[in-house]
């Protein structure tokens, strides 16, 4: 079967737009942080878990096990759920924390400077991704669509694998 083009492939584009939203709210979270606007940080956390747990579904069940069936060795799957659980553990911290200290506050913006890098390394499993044959991206795609409708949170998803 023919592979896809990252261009043309409707899973990667929306993979994609998932990392750059997560980009972006893990670095303004780290901002807020820097600004020692804990408030707004809390605000910004609460909205990246609502919009991270489908994602982070996906490339745990569906995501990660496909990559790793082609043999690639780049796709440590422990790793990357482990990051996953650092990730999650901070965020669960900055949501829940109240008056936190100086030091759990530099705890938290280590954590999600962690997290940052873990997005952008994440996102490039694209080049993988286009291995995918046309058949295997479709269903891929679907999952991901499924699991955007169960609105299940990132702290949550967490919980339950537990």
Aim: net charge negative; aromatic share 4%; proline share 4%.
């Amino acid at each position: 079967m023919p592979r896809l083009d990252t261009d043309k492939s409707p899973l990667i584009a929306e993979f994609l737009k998932d990392h750059q939203q997560f980009s972006r709210l893990l670095y303004q979270i780290k901002k807020l942080l820097d600004e020692n606007n804990f408030e707004a940080a809390q605000e910004r956390a609460a909205e990246l878990d609502r919009l991270a747990g489908p994602h982070i579904a996906f490339e745990e069940a569906e995501l990660y096990p496909r990559l790793k069936i082609l043999g690639e060795r780049n796709v440590t799957e422990d790793l990357l759920v482990d990051q996953h659980r650092d990730a999650v553990d901070v965020l669960r911290m900055l949501i829940e924390v109240k008056n936190p200290n100086p030091e759990t506050i530099e705890q938290i913006k280590s954590g999600f400077e962690r997290a940052l890098a873990h997005a952008e390394h994440c996102g490039s499993l694209i080049s993988l991704m286009t291995q995918l044959d046309e058949n295997e991206q479709a269903e891929s795609l679907r999952e991901l669509i499924r699991l955007r409708k169960t609105e299940q949170l990132w702290t949550d998803l967490d919980q339950n694998a537990n």
